[in-house]
């Protein structure tokens, strides 16, 4: 068999292209040649092993590839003309298109509902393959073409050619070329709905090819640009609710899957087709109410054990126990807030029980085989590594008498039924099947219903997490991750993760990334990129530090004394990088302690500044130090010592101790307070291009490394949190790979408006007025009322005082206003679609926060305080939200 390889890209001096292609589970490369540089070609002689190839084309230069094509719908060789000796492909390169969101799994699994198929064998001597792709059918429509001659259909609708979708959105059909009355083909491709009995002719001219002289045995194939029909921008709507919130009359204290499953149901009856989660992780790492921030997971793989629906599984057969458990459950379930302490005890427990009852039953099955084939990559080290954090009392595996780090040799036992290493672990292998195949059962059930699950996947892990435990190489451990000052936080954020050592990720191409994205697959068509502004930059803080103004961006470009001084700032080194304290700066911060913190905390440097004392030199030093402390002035003084700390212009780099960073808002601290004038004219403009436009560039090639890699991973669609400082180079990235952003009104990107103007919200977005992070709208409306008012007259165009507290019919307003935006999705979340409704919301507003970004100890524990029984049967509010979505075009 031979294959002929054509393709027409137009290269510079030096580049080669190079087709790269899937045979026996490896990818075969060879050099395409060339005599103009733009027209090229292969000859690949190869017995057929395969019943289809898929490949792509890249530019090489000296070995190294510069560009590769889209490579989620990589081309495809169906090798079904049974009488062919040889193929003959006539290519172009695929880029990433406009309409790429059409190739997700959100598009073709649950909106368009578009399924592959395998082509038909053919039995021609002579075959001529046409392929196209169409992303642009909807639901119910297949393709099929028309032409001059009767293989073609003459033209007749009654003879549409029909064909084969053989990979997302791409169709094929295979001609019989003996039967073709003319070597010169006229031809339109249709989409034909047989249900509605519709037929839609693609726009533009006849299409027209010229086929070669053809021998017995050859195929010529054919890849035609995309099919010329209208492509109109589908907006979609939906609700984001962590599933921890939910709540139905059977569930046990927390939202389980069997609730998300109800919560699917009603997003569904009322049109809209997206329901937005937070991550659903397992984060137990103290067994405490601490480990409910879910953004701190143990595992990037392992799901959080309480979310499991103890009603999906067999009865307790034990009538004491059984009777016990659902006492217990309805207690639980009768908490106005998550009681995450005793919802996972008893949900263990519970589980442990059915364990015992059912184990051996369950793991003896073809389906738990597969399961742990399929994902024993992680799931043996994570069982094995809760097992002895449970062991050890702790999950600091550094503190751990043996096991510091995952040793693979392990591996074996661990995976051996007849072992005791794995009677150790089975019950964790046990979990996580069952809440593997209650997630996915609840993903099916949302693509049947048409709804889209939106997952999220944070930027970090724990640094005790077993990720970092298995493979301490992808992780810094020497530093933090958190975000600089914002508006939720003035001292920054400092979220404890470690840093990612990005330099070992790219080695093996980000492996790990890549298995991450592809597990999440299996549960979810659309994900959220948590702080995407971490795979350009991430804000990176002393281990030693509690806030997060000394962190410096990492990767950085830190700047030499030299090229400081240049901008004409005298650096003087000891005075800008160590805090500044002194005597007026005390009376300042301390008023009538001052006297007491000199004594207790600070030695003198010279006659004008005082250093911290040794014992409390470090924001961590003083949080020990005040550990126990609830008094309030006491507290007050621990921030003041907190701040004094923290009060210097420049921070050094953690790489290089030459370079230096400028510390991120400096100007409101007394050390840029102590600047001449002038020095502060200086400062301002180094800060700004160094914060703002030294970095654009060099931001934009380290996500280029990352990124296109981790989106072309799966089919699910991306879209990213995008708000904080970005820089410049954020959205060149995110249009180049077609990545969704997020808008808020509240918080538009252009800097020279106060509110964001929904009408400007580009397609490519998700919309929305208030985050898990964020107050909610009926919050934000009260939380400054000069600001509101603003809102209200300038805004909602609307005369007069605003109203206070937020009446529902203006809640309605804001809300149809956000569904009418151009925005491809708007998702708003429960609480904000109930402030609508002044007689089912909850009374107290504060009430329905889910999190405070600003205090790193937060309990997350907000629940629905209606059950998802009692809001399907409000049935106003239902038909409420329904005349919404249908009025803002979002059907």
Not at 292 to 303: L, N, T, W
Not at 445 to 471: F, T
Request: proline residues 5%.
């Amino acid at each position: 068999m031979i294959i002929h390889f054509h393709i027409s890209y137009k290269t510079m001096f030096g580049e080669q292209i190079v087709v790269n292609i899937q045979k026996d589970n490896e990818e075969v490369k060879f050099p395409l040649t060339t005599l103009d540089g733009e027209r090229w070609s292969y000859d690949w002689c190869v017995e057929p092993t395969q019943q289809a190839y898929t490949y792509y084309y890249s530019v090489v230069r000296e070995g190294v590839v510069l560009k590769t094509e889209w490579l989620l719908v990589k081309h495809r060789l169906d090798m079904t003309a049974k009488k062919a000796a040889e193929y003959t492909l006539y290519d172009h390169w695929k880029v990433i298109p406009q309409d790429s969101y059409l190739y997700s799994s959100a598009f073709t699994d649950c909106i368009n509902h578009q399924a592959p198929q395998e082509m038909k064998p053919c039995n021609y001597a002579k075959t001529v393959r046409i392929i196209v792709r169409a992303p642009q059918l909807r639901d119910g429509e297949s393709l099929g073409l028309l032409g001059a001659g009767q293989v073609l259909g003459n033209w007749k609708l009654q003879n549409v050619v029909p064909m084969t979708q053989h990979i997302y959105n791409e169709w094929a059909v295979d001609l019989d070329a003996t039967q073709l009355q003319s070597s010169h083909l006229e031809l339109k491709f249709v989409a034909v709905d047989k249900k509605k009995s519709q037929v839609l002719w693609e726009t533009g001219m006849n299409r027209t090819i010229d086929l070669p002289e053809m021998e017995a045995g050859e195929v010529v194939v054919y890849d035609l640009d995309q099919a010329f029909f209208a492509l109109y921008n589908r907006k979609l709507a939906g609700t984001q609710v962590p599933v921890f919130s939910l709540r139905s009359e059977k569930s046990a204290g927390v939202g389980d899957f069997g609730d998300l499953k109800t919560m699917i149901d009603l997003v569904a009856s009322t049109g809209q087709k997206v329901l937005q989660l937070l991550p659903i992780n397992d984060t137990t790492i103290t067994h405490t109410w601490t480990d409910s921030y879910p953004y701190s997971c143990i595992s990037v793989f392992a799901i959080h054990p309480m979310y499991a629906d103890l009603h999906a599984l067999p009865e307790l057969k034990d009538a004491k126990a059984r009777a016990a458990a659902e006492k217990k459950r309805e207690q639980l379930n009768s908490l106005s807030q998550i009681d995450y302490e005793q919802v996972n005890d008893f949900k263990i427990n519970y589980l442990h029980q059915i364990f015992e009852q059912e184990g051996k039953k369950i793991m003896s099955g073809a389906d738990f085989k597969a399961f742990i084939l399929e994902t024993q990559q992680w799931l043996v080290p994570y069982a094995q590594y809760s097992y002895l954090r449970d062991k050890n009392g702790t999950a600091d595996f550094t503190q751990w008498p043996d096991h510091n780090v995952w040793d693979e040799a392990e591996r074996k036992d661990l995976t051996n039924p007849e072992t005791e290493a794995y009677k150790n672990v089975e019950f964790f292998y046990f979990v996580q099947f069952i809440l593997n195949k209650q997630m996915q059962e609840a993903h099916e059930h949302a693509k049947a219903k048409g709804v889209i699950l939106k997952g999220d996947i944070p930027i970090g892990v724990h640094r005790h997490s077993c990720d970092v435990w298995m493979e301490p190489k992808y992780f810094n451990l020497n530093g933090q991750a958190g975000a600089p000052p914002d508006d939720f936080s003035v001292n920054g954020q400092n979220w404890g993760f470690p840093t990612y050592n990005w330099d070992e990720m790219l080695k093996d191409g980000c492996q790990w990334w890549t298995r991450r994205f592809q597990n999440m697959s299996k549960y979810f068509d659309a994900y959220r990129i948590d702080h995407v502004l971490g795979f350009f930059r991430i804000w990176e803080i002393p281990v030693d530090s509690v806030h997060g103004l000394l962190g410096q961006f990492a990767p950085a470009i830190g700047m030499t004394r030299e090229e400081i001084q240049s901008y004409g700032l005298n650096f003087q080194e000891d005075r800008f990088t160590r805090p500044f304290i002194t005597d007026w700066v005390l009376d300042r911060m301390f008023h009538e302690r001052a006297d007491e913190v000199k004594e207790k905390y600070l030695d003198r440097i010279d006659d004008e500044r005082y250093q911290m004392k040794p014992e409390v030199d470090s924001q961590r030093k003083v949080e020990a130090l005040f550990a126990d402390v609830t008094d309030e002035k006491e507290i007050w003084l621990r921030d003041g010592l907190y701040a004094l700390i923290s009060d210097v212009l420049f921070v050094r780099d953690r790489k290089n101790p030459e370079l230096f960073h400028p510390r991120i808002s400096a100007q409101l601290d007394f050390i840029y307070e102590s600047l001449y004038d002038s020095d502060k004219v200086v400062f301002n403009r180094l800060y700004n291009d160094y914060f703002y436009r030294r970095h654009n560039q060099f931001w934009y090639g380290e996500a280029m490394k990352k990124l296109p890699k981790l989106i072309q991973a799966t089919r699910m669609l991306v879209c990213a949190e995008d708000l904080g400082m970005v820089p410049d180079c954020v959205p060149w990235v995110m249009n180049e790979l077609k990545i969704l952003s997020l808008e808020l009104q509240s918080m538009p990107k252009d800097p020279t408006v106060k509110f964001g103007h929904l009408s400007r919200n580009p397609y490519r977005s998700v919309c929305t007025i208030s985050s898990h992070d964020m107050p909610t709208l009926r919050m934000w409306w009260d939380e400054n009322i000069s600001r509101t008012q603003e809102y209200y007259n300038t805004m909602l165009y609307r005369e007069g005082p605003a109203p206070h507290p937020l009446p529902g019919w203006l809640a309605r307003d804001i809300i149809a206003r956000h569904l009418t935006s151009p925005s491809m999705l708007c998702v708003l979340s429960v609480q904000d679609w109930l402030a609508i409704d002044e007689r089912l919301r909850l009374p107290d507003a504060d009430a329905e926060r889910i999190n405070i970004p600003a205090n790193p100890k937060h309990y997350w524990r907000y629940r629905m305080h209606l059950s998802l029984e009692e809001l399907a049967a409000s049935k106003e509010f239902m038909e409420n939200i329904t005349e919404l979505i249908a009025q803002g075009g979002r059907i």
